[in-house]
């Protein structure tokens, strides 16, 4: 079963408003959190993360939101550009490790100019 | 450019084949990792090194063999595969005591006929 989900597949935005990504968990145990943004045949990179004693976490235009009670992550980026479409993939993160990790299914965001 | 290389990008192969994939890693990682991308799941983890040791092996069938002969290079040797091991494989490396900030290569596009 699903320990982390991104229930929208898909997202579309027009070129300078807000995206708004979410990532729903189930698991409290989870101690951070990571999200990671993939071009076409390139691999995810990592984009920016949250610790479960924050609530939120900027850098520049991305902005990671935690609500610990709702089990429930969002990444907003203000201004969207183009350059911004891609898939984002939210994961979670048990214990130390890399190998704790677990993943979403992503969704793909597309930034119309 | 995350300082993590992959070959060959595509790879097409018969189910009685035998070939290798491998990852090459310039960042002075200490671990490294397999993961599978299928269409519309997860990113699964299949295997991990530390060091150039196994540590983790999630339950992986052993038509998948990896190899770690130092810490910079691994390998996953396939054999016998079904068309449904056709997939996106994904290799990541991090410092180990990473908060999972994981580098991730360009991927091996995998198809079994």
């Known amino acids: 079963d699903q320990q982390v989900k991104q229930n929208s597949p898909s997202l579309s935005v027009q070129e300078g408003r807000i995206s708004i990504l979410n990532c729903d968990y189930t698991?409290?145990?989870?101690?951070?959190f990571l999200w990671y943004k993939k071009y076409p045949a390139e691999g995810p990179t990592f984009l920016i993360s949250?610790?479960?004693?924050?609530d939120k976490n900027e850098d520049g235009r991305f902005t990671v939101f935690l609500n610990k009670s709702a089990k429930h992550l969002s990444l907003h980026i203000v201004p969207s550009q183009p350059g911004d479409s891609a898939v984002y993939f939210c994961?979670?993160?048990?214990?130390?490790?890399?190998?704790?990790?677990?993943f979403g299914t992503g969704t793909r965001l597309t930034v119309i100019p | 450019e995350t300082g993590v290389t992959q070959t060959p990008r595509h790879l097409v192969m018969g189910m009685t084949n035998k070939k290798s994939l491998k990852c090459e890693q310039h960042?002075?990682?200490?671990?490294m990792y397999w993961y599978k991308q299928s269409a519309k799941k997860p990113l699964e983890l299949m295997f991990v090194?530390?060091?150039?040791?196994?540590?983790e092996n999630n339950s992986v069938p052993s038509r998948f063999s990896p190899e770690c002969p130092n810490s910079s290079h691994l390998f996953l040797h396939l054999h016998t595969l079904q068309p449904e091991d056709s997939a996106l494989y994904l290799c990541?490396?991090?410092?180990?005591?990473?908060?999972?900030?994981?580098?991730f290569g360009e991927g091996s596009r995998l198809t079994v006929l």
């Open positions: 994961a979670a993160r048990m214990g130390a490790g890399a190998n704790n990790l677990f």
């Open positions: 698991n409290s145990m989870f101690d951070y």
């Open positions: 949250i610790s479960s004693i924050k």
């Open positions: 960042l002075g990682h200490n671990a």
């Open positions: 090194y530390n060091f150039k040791e196994q540590t």
């Open positions: 990541a490396s991090d410092r180990r005591t990473g908060i999972g900030e994981l580098f």
